[in-house]
Structures are given as structure tokens and as C-alpha cells.
């Protein structure tokens, strides 16, 4: 066999291309539905004014099983409001899982409240439903589950767990525009569901937000928090200013026109880069959750284990994998307690007493398996993945079993 592309070698195939195609993209369509916004010159969403928005809205709640859906600034946004909604705030604590992205954990410092950092379930690489039974004390006052890369979370369990400690459950679903749990929208079964449409995401606007809710109480709770506290039938929150444009509405409508065929393909080549994975020494794919009916994802993740390669690190098969086909793969998100980007104790807008700063801070939370995760286990790729066709996935096993062939040579010269 010819040696690895990263020692030299020739790759097993160039899926660069793969990279520059938007997985949903429409251009007419988007061109035609932001000229529509231009010529109505109603370019701002306020209630019912007929903007491209409010189409938006009534259209992303149907398809996702959801009574009412609220646009706003972006995912974080989306996260906060949602909190706000809820009334969380200082003395509060909210489990969050200890992979995400820091908005998750980020929104529930801005409200005052303590975000209690969870460890993640190695097969799913989603918050561990034991742990977060664990997590729970009298302060708890709701659960975040983030439905991370391509899998939702237990929402099962998370559903059980929230009524029968009488929690609010949110679903952070950034990850996943157009999955399905036994056929309802991701986002449907908790009390919120909030979406970010943000650049990187499989559904993007270059900024936005949704918050979906079955409960017209809390609708009009968001409806006021998004819009300065304004009044929105005889409910008044105190808030600033969280509204999106037209514009953006625009293009998320030509989207969805595409998502609402191309989840099908999502999914089905998910499981086709599962069944790939499945008779390869040393990977697997992560586990899929019973009630999944349709799964997409932000990325696809699998999992890793360098005890079958002698012990190669798993940077090294990232790096050697990525050379191979020309696409990145790379670990998750560091853990909350080590990112980079999460450090709330440091802003002094947070600096509520000494036993609040403490618990914020992120040093101080243990997450053992969402370290060996994101060290050890986890090989994680965008979802320019889902553009392959059947045969271009199975590149990702020829390129696997080509390193495991090497793995001796790769861990001799220690790239
Ligand atoms: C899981 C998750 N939650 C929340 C967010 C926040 O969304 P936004 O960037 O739109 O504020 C993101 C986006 O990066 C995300 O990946």
C-alpha cells in the first residue's frame, strides 16, 4: 500500500471541493426573496408587519412540529431570552453538558444564573442523562441539552428526568436544522427549542436565532423580552433590543425550501458514514438514539480508539485522516472547564459574591469522559460531509484502513 498522503504519500482522494458547496444552498431563490424585502421596503421585523419574517416564522414552527416560533438576534440571543422566559436568574443553577459551544453555558451567566458543567456520554458525545440526575440539587431550575454534531441527545430519559424533578428542559438545537424525534421537529419536545443560524451552521443567514414553544404564555414572554419589553398581548418583560431583519428571514426561507428535501440525503448518507465505519478496526460510529426518525447535523462525529492502533494519538490520526481526504477533522469543542473561550468568573459584570464567582468558574467542574472525548476518542468533520455521494464515503474507509495499515510508521515518526 502506498504510504500515508502526511508522510509523503499519494491521498486516497481530494474532497476539498466539497468544502466550497453550501449544503443548502439556493441562490435564485435567496436573490429573489432578499429583492422582495428590498422593494416591500419593510426591511425591520415588527409584530405582524408584514415582513418576510413573520412568513419565516409560521413556516420554521409547522415544520418543526412547534405551535409558535420567535426570530431574534442569533443562537446566544436565543439561549438568553429563553432563560429570561423562564424567569431564571441570580440563585439559580442550569445543567448544561460540558461540550458545546460556550454560548450554552454563556447565556446562563448573563442571566445571573450558575451554569453546572456536565459530563457527556461517550457514545453520543451529548450530556450524559446519569450525570445529569446527579447534578441536580434544589437549586436546579432547568437542563440544556445540546444535540451535538450529528446526534440528538436522550431526550427520553432528559424528558423523564425534567418532570420528575420538575425542571424546565431547553433544547439547544444549533446543531441540527431538520432532525426528527419520533417524527416531531428537534426543539418541539422541550419547553423551548432555540436555534442559531449563524455563518458556520448547516442552515445559515450569517446571523440569527429562533426560539420554538408549544406554550402561548411563553411565546409572548419572548415576543416582549425580543423587542425592547414592549407589550405583546398585556405581557411586558424588561429587555433590550433582539430583533432580526427581513433580510436574513429571506434567506433562511429559501433554505428551508431545500432542507425540507435534502434532510432525507443528510440523513441517509449519516448512515451510510455509519455503516462505513462499522467493519473498520479501532472506530465507531456514535450511537443513534431509538426515537431519531431524521437526523442532520452541524458536523459528523465518530469516535475513536488508539488502543486498536497501537496507541497512535488521535491527533495524529485527525491529521493523517484530514491529508488523506482533503477535509478537515479535527476534535470537538475543548471542554467548558478548559475552553479557551469560556472564562465568566473574569468579567466583572459576573462578580455577584465571592460563592457566585466560584461557582462559575470553570476550573472548578471535573468532566473525566468529555476530556477523553475531546483528547482521546473524538474525529469530528463538517457538514460538507453529508455532500458525499455513496461512493466518496467510502473514501473515509479506504483512508482508515490505509492508517491503520501505517499506524506502526506513524507512530515512529511522531507527526
Ligand atoms: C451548540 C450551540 N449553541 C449556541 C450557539 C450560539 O449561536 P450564535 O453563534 O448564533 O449566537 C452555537 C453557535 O455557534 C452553537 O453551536
Redesign the pocket.
Known sequence: MVKPAILGGTPVADLSYMKSRRILENPDKEKEYLLKVFDTGIWNHWNNNGNLAGEFEALWAEYNTSKYCSLVT??????QLALEALDIGYGDEVIVPGI??Q??AGAVCDVNAVPILTDINKDTFCIDANMVEKAITSKTRAIIC?H?YNRLSDLDSLLKIAERHGLWLIE?C??CHGSKFKGKGAGSLGTFG?Y???S??LMQCA???AVLTQDRELYGRIMSLRNCGRDFDNIKIHSGNYRITGFQAAVLIAQLEVLKSKAAYIDKMGHVLDDTLDSLPGVRPLSRNSGTTCQTG?GYAFSYSPENFDGLPAGIFRSALSAELGLEFTSTYTPLNMSEVYYPHLKRRHHLGRNYLESINPANYKLPSALDIWLNRAVVTRWYIFNSSVKEASYLSDAISKIYEHRKDLIKRGI
Open positions: 442569533n443562537g446566544t440571543h436565543a439561549l458545546t459551544w454560548a450554552t445540546v451535538l439547544d444549533s446543531h432555540t442559531s443560524f449563524q458556520s451552521k446571523e440569527g436565532g452541524y
